[in-house]
């Protein structure tokens, strides 16, 4: 097993946010909100397996679901942030993200 680190980033402002591996409900929040000093507004980490995993973002007060997928098992690291015309946005990485 691998871990997936997932980063909400930019662009959240009180959205609900529901986060599923592979349709496993791994974070719901009622309200994120982007903390623009850092850029960032959540963090998580879930197990991911080997082959194709799905991970899903769901904003429901803005009725917005992407998805996109990983390779497993070894250890991820995805970023998703809000753009202004409301779409989710993906960047996928083999390093952690730097926050200050």
Do not use: C
Request: no cysteine; proline share 5%.
């Amino acid at each position: 097993m691998g871990l997936l680190h997932l980063a909400l980033q930019s662009g959240f402002v009180n959205d609900a946010v529901v986060v599923t591996v592979n349709g496993k409900e791994v974070l719901q929040k009622p309200s994120v909100r982007t903390r623009t000093q850092i850029g960032l507004a959540e963090e998580l980490t879930a197990e991911i397996g080997p082959g194709v995993n799905v991970v899903k973002v769901t904003l429901p007060g803005r009725q917005v679901a992407e998805e996109t997928t990983i390779e497993g098992p070894s250890d991820a690291y995805l970023g998703v942030w809000l753009s202004a015309d409301g779409k989710l946005n993906w960047r996928h990485s083999q390093e952690p993200f730097g926050y200050v």
